[in-house]
C-alpha cells in the first residue's frame, strides 16, 4: 500500500511570491491534515480536509490556503509569502471521521525556503 | 497555556535502561493522545494511541493517560541505540483539532 505522498519534495522561492504543495493521502484515507514544522514552534496544525470539506483550520494567516478534490488529494497554497514562512509543510492522512482522526500516517513533507 | 506541553531534553539514558517521556495538557484537549516518534529528517509515525485512564502496553512501549493529573507519559523498556529520536506527544480535542507537543529529544547510549 503506497503511502502519503507529497510533493515537490524541495523548493526555494523568493518574498512576495507563491507556492501550491500536492499531497496524495493513502489510498482509501478520506481525512488530510496540514501541519508546519519549524525548529522553534514544532508542529503546528494548518487546517483539516474531510471529503472536500474545511473541517478545521488553525491559527494561521489567510494567506495560508487548502483545498481537497473528490479524489481526495489535497493542495496547499501560500501566498505572499515570507521569510517565516520557511518550514517543513508536512501532509497527513487517516481514514476519518472520529474517534481515530489523531491516528494520522505522515507524508515525508515539502521543504520550503523563502528567501 | 499551550494545550500540549513537553520538557524539550535531551534525554539521555543507557542501552537497556528504561526511557520516560512526560507530556501535560490543558483542559482544551481531553479527548484522545497519541505518541509519535521522529527520527532527525524524517516525518513522524504513530507509535502509541491511548484513550482512557490507565496504562496501554504494546512491546516495549507503555502509555500512561492519567486524566485527573491531566498528563500522559510514554515509558520505553529495554532502550535500544535505535530508539533514539524525538518523541512527539499529541492530544485532540472534541472537535478533532489535534495539537502537538514541541517534542522531547530522546538518546540512547550504547
Known amino acids: 500500500k503506497a503511502g502519503v505522498t507529497q510533493t515537490p519534495r524541495y523548493l526555494i522561492k523568493t518574498r512576495g511570491q507563491q507556492v501550491t504543495l500536492s499531497c496524495s493521502p493513502i489510498s482509501g484515507h478520506r481525512s488530510v491534515s496540514w501541519y508546519q514544522q519549524t525548529p522553534g514552534q514544532g508542529l503546528q496544525f494548518l487546517f483539516e480536509?474531510?471529503?472536500?470539506?474545511?473541517?478545521n483550520k488553525g491559527n494561521f494567516p489567510g494567506r495560508f490556503s487548502g483545498r481537497q478534490f473528490s479524489n481526495s488529494r489535497s493542495e496547499m497554497n501560500v501566498s505572499t509569502l515570507e521569510l517565516g514562512d520557511s518550514a517543513l509543510y508536512l501532509c497527513?492522512?487517516?481514514?476519518?471521521?472520529?474517534?481515530?482522526?489523531?491516528?494520522?500516517?505522515f507524508g515525508e513533507g515539502s521543504r520550503l525556503t523563502v528567501l | 497555556q499551550k494545550e500540549v506541553e513537553q520538557n524539550s531534553g535531551p534525554l539521555s539514558v543507557p542501552e537497556g535502561a528504561i526511557a520516560s517521556l512526560n507530556c501535560t495538557y490543558s483542559?482544551?484537549?481531553?479527548?484522545?493522545f497519541f505518541w509519535y516518534r521522529q527520527y532527525s529528517g524524517k516525518s513522524p509515525e504513530l507509535i502509541m494511541s491511548i484513550y482512557s485512564n490507565g496504562d496501554k502496553e504494546d512491546g516495549r512501549f507503555t502509555a500512561q493517560l492519567n486524566k485527573a493529573s491531566q498528563y500522559v507519559s510514554l515509558l520505553i523498556r529495554d532502550s535500544q541505540p535505535s530508539d533514539s529520536a524525538t518523541y512527539l506527544c499529541a492530544a485532540e480535542t472534541g472537535a478533532n483539532n489535534l495539537f502537538f507537543g514541541t517534542g522531547t529529544r530522546l538518546t540512547v547510549i550504547p
Open positions: 483542559d482544551r484537549v481531553s479527548q484522545s
Open positions: 497527513a492522512s487517516t481514514l476519518g471521521p472520529a474517534p481515530n482522526t489523531g491516528e494520522l500516517f
Open positions: 480536509y474531510f471529503s472536500e470539506t474545511q473541517r
